[in-house]
């Protein structure tokens, strides 16, 4: 990328092992993410690109000395960051904060590419067992895999911050992929009532399919009374906000119940919000938060292995790689939720 709305395709110099904890891993699938558009709209223009994409799963070709964990051959799912899954922080399930840890994209390394380097391979892949490069014939395996990567879990996550469990009702605020994997998410860990607030019929559609009970399409203020109506006045116990923008964050603030929760996983695209008087009064808890989703994945990897689960549905268009400018204007303009690039 090389600012708002340029997006490239650029061939460079093969990945090589830098060092001995490195892995080359050639792409099956990669994709573009929700807050990949937040530099398409906003960067400014640069005369060096920055490589992007921090989701990938594919296909071990080369490790360095120190792997032990992976060999040639072996089918794996890449977390977004990279990570030792040893440091402290990693112990305590926050592997976002590794002490030798990093992020995919940006200046790094970019995972929307044919082949790429991982550093600390051993704590950053996840070997899918029996499963090949086809996800054995099936697309939608190969989707769902991939949303492990980042989509599901970061929705995950923020249904696990946030406390989600049977008897508790939750408003989702967001109909985008992360937004409608928190649904799939408190479906799951057995969520009483979901509330999903969005306004694109084709999302909120598989919204229900993944678990909310209701739909409410009014925003700002008209979505806040809608909400308190549907909770007899209450509002919910949790409030999940997976957009990143202030009036997503101030509608959170309105909705949720005293002694309630608000799991932030949206990346904040401001920096100021209402935290005092509201927050204060009713003993709210504010979390969330970037994903650890190398945390999760062992816990949810046999549930898309088995069926159980079908995150990759967030996935409704697919393009090669070489179309990666496309992808971006395509979910930029909202013609597509998400989009799997292929090499």
């Not at 994409?53 to 960051?81: N, R, W």
């Not at 923020?158 to 799939?184: E, F, N, Q, W, Y």
């Not at 597509?336 to 090499?343: C, G, H, I, R, T």
Request: hydrophobic share 40%.
């Amino acid at each position: 990328m090389y600012g708002a709305g340029d997006v490239r395709v650029e061939t460079v110099a093969d990945p090589a092992i830098q060092e001995p904890t490195d892995a080359i891993i050639r792409t099956v699938r990669s994709c573009v993410c929700g807050s990949d558009l937040h530099p398409f709209r906003t960067m400014p223009a640069a005369e060096t690109g920055s490589p992007m994409g921090h989701e990938v799963i594919g296909i071990v070709e080369e490790t360095g000395a120190d792997i032990t964990t992976l060999k040639a051959g072996d089918l794996v799912v890449s977390s977004f960051t990279y990570q030792d899954n040893t440091c402290v922080h990693c112990r305590e399930g926050f592997h976002v904060s590794c002490r030798h840890g990093g992020f995919f994209g940006g200046q790094g390394v970019g995972l929307q590419a044919e082949y790429v380097r991982i550093p600390q391979a051993d704590g950053t892949l996840v070997v899918v067992p029996g499963v090949d490069e086809t996800g054995n014939g099936s697309e939608e395996l190969l989707a769902s895999l991939l949303t492990l990567s980042d989509v599901y879990l970061t929705g995950y996550h923020a249904a696990h911050m946030g406390r989600v469990g049977p008897g508790k009702t939750v408003t989702v605020v967001g109909d985008g992929a992360v937004g409608l994997s928190a649904v799939l998410a408190c479906r799951e860990l057995g969520a009483e009532r979901i509330i999903l607030m969005g306004r694109h019929t084709a999302r909120t559609d598989l919204g229900k399919d993944f678990g909310a009970t209701d739909v409410v399409a009014e925003r700002d203020r008209d979505g806040i009374e809608r909400v308190r109506e549907l909770t007899s006045g209450e509002g919910t116990h949790v409030v999940i906000e997976a957009v990143g923008h202030l009036p997503a964050h101030e509608q959170a603030v309105g909705v949720v119940r005293p002694g309630g929760t608000i799991s932030r996983v949206g990346v904040p695209q401001f920096t100021e919000a209402p935290l005092g008087g509201r927050l204060f009064r009713h003993s709210i808890t504010l979390t969330g938060g970037t994903a650890p989703v190398r945390a999760y994945m062992e816990r949810e990897l046999p549930r898309v292995l088995s069926g159980q689960i079908t995150p990759g549905r967030v996935f409704d268009r697919s393009m090669s790689l070489d179309r990666a400018p496309e992808a971006y204007a395509a979910m930029d303009g909202r013609e597509a939720l998400k989009v799997m690039l292929v090499p």
